[in-house]
C-alpha cells in the first residue's frame, strides 16, 4: 500500500508520513516528539514502523522535533549537506551555555526574529524552542514530574549539556539527484525559500508519485517540470494578500513574505493550477496556510475557481491540510 499522512501543516510545525511498500519516512518533524507520535497513532501510523526522517530545510517548524524523535526510534536523518550544517549551528550554542541563560536567550531571539525580515512568523518558523528544550529534559523523556533535588537537578543538567544534535546516523543528498530510502524512490529538488539549502521532493513507490512543494516564494521552472505526472500534489497556499498587507506584521515581515524567497499565496497557487498544472493528480492538498494571514475558505475558494476552471481537472479532490490535527490518510 502507498500512504500519505499529513500530521501538521504550518507556522506551528510541518511533518508528514510517507509510507510505501514496507518502508515509512517521516518528512520533516517540526512538532515536539511527544506531539508527533500522539498524532500518528490519531492517524494509525504507528512511530515504532518509521524507517527514515528526511528534511526540507532548517526552519524550526520543520525540525523542532527531529533530534529527538530521531534518537528515540534510533532511525537515520536525510539532510542536504548544508542543511545539516545550518541545524548544527541553529543547536549548538545550548553546549555552551546553561538551561537558565539557553532559555532566556530564545524567548529573546523568538521575539527579536518577528519583528525583523527573518522572522518566523505565522508564514514560516514560528520556533518552538521550548518544546524543544522540554523533549531534552527527562520530565519529556520518561514523563516524569519536575523534582528540585540535587540528583534531580545533576539529571536535567547533563540531559541538556548533552549534544543536542546526535543523530543515530546521518546521510547526505543533493538536490537534483534522486536516492533510494528502502522501497521508496525519492527525488528532491530545489525550492525558492530563504533557507540555507531548501528542497521539495517526489517520492515514487508501486508506481505512484507524490510531490511536497511548500515554502516557496514562486514556482521557478525546475518546480513545475517535478509537478508534472504526479498522482498526489501537496502545494502550499500560505496566504491571502489583503489579509497580509493589512494584517498585524512588521512592514520588513509582509516583504519577506511576499518576496521571491518567502510563501506561495493564494492566487499565486491557483495561478499556478489554473494556467499550468497538468491536471494529473488525483489529490490535491493546500498546505501551509497561514493562521493569520489566511482562512481555509479563502484558500479552498481560489483553488476551486481555478480547477473549475478547467474540464479536465473536475475529477481532482481538493484537500486542505490543517494545523492542528492530522489529515486523514490518503491511500492508493
Not at 526510534?73 to 550544517?85: K, N, S
Not at 549539556?161 to 546526535?166: H, I, L, M, V
Amino acid at each position: 500500500m502507498v500512504r500519505f499522512t499529513v500530521l501538521a501543516s504550518g507556522s506551528k510545525g510541518n511533518s508528514t508520513v510517507v509510507t510505501g511498500g514496507k518502508t515509512r519516512i517521516l518528512v520533516d518533524a517540526g512538532l515536539s516528539c511527544r506531539e508527533l507520535f500522539r498524532r500518528m497513532k490519531l492517524a494509525d501510523e504507528d512511530p515504532a514502523t518509521l524507517d527514515a526522517i528526511i528534511v526540507t530545510h532548517e526552519h524550526s517548524d520543520h525540525v523542532a522535533g527531529l533530534a529527538v524523535t530521531a534518537r528515540k526510534l534510533g532511525i537515520p536523518v536525510y539532510f542536504t549537506e548544508p542543511t545539516h550544517r545550518a541545524w548544527v549551528r541553529w543547536l549548538s550554542p545550548r553546549k555552551q551555555m546553561t538551561y537558565a541563560q539557553w532559555l532566556e536567550q530564545c524567548r529573546q531571539q523568538a521575539a527579536a526574529r518577528m519583528a525583523e525580515a527573518d522572522a518566523p512568523s505565522a508564514d514560516d518558523c514560528d520556533p518552538e524552542e521550548i518544546e524543544i528544550l522540554a523533549d531534552l529534559t527527562a520530565k519529556q523523556e520518561d514523563g516524569s514530574a519536575t523534582d528540585s533535588t540535587p540528583a534531580q537537578k545533576k539529571k536535567k543538567k547533563s540531559e541538556v549539556e548533552r549534544d543536542p544534535t546526535a543523530l543515530p546516523a546521518v546521510h547526505y543528498f543533493q538536490a537534483g539527484k534522486p536516492l533510494q530510502i528502502g522501497d521508496i524512490s525519492v527525488s528532491p529538488f530545489t525550492i525558492p525559500h530563504d533557507a540555507t539549502d531548501p528542497v521539495g521532493f517526489v517520492f515514487q513507490a508501486e508506481g505512484v508519485r507524490m510531490a511536497l512543494a511548500t515554502d516557496l516564494g514562486y514556482i521557478p521552472p525546475n518546480v513545475k517540470a517535478q509537478l508534472k505526472s504526479v498522482d498526489l500534489l501537496l502545494l502550499e497556499s500560505n496566504h491571502d494578500l489583503e489579509m497580509l498587507r493589512d494584517g498585524p506584521y512588521p512592514w520588513s515581515v509582509k516583504q519577506r513574505v511576499l518576496s521571491r524567497v518567502g510563501h506561495l499565496s493564494n492566487e499565486a497557487c491557483a495561478t499556478y493550477l489554473e494556467a499550468e498544472y497538468d491536471g494529473q493528480a488525483t489529490y490535491i492538498v493546500l498546505g501551509h496556510l497561514s493562521e493569520s494571514n489566511n482562512l481555509p475558505e479563502l484558500a479552498r475558494i481560489s483553488a476551486e475557481r481555478a480547477l473549475n476552471g478547467r474540464a479536465s481537472l473536475l475529477a481532482n479532490r481538493l484537500l486542505l491540510a490543517p494545523q492542528d490535527e492530522p489529515l486523514t490518510s490518503i491511500c492508493f
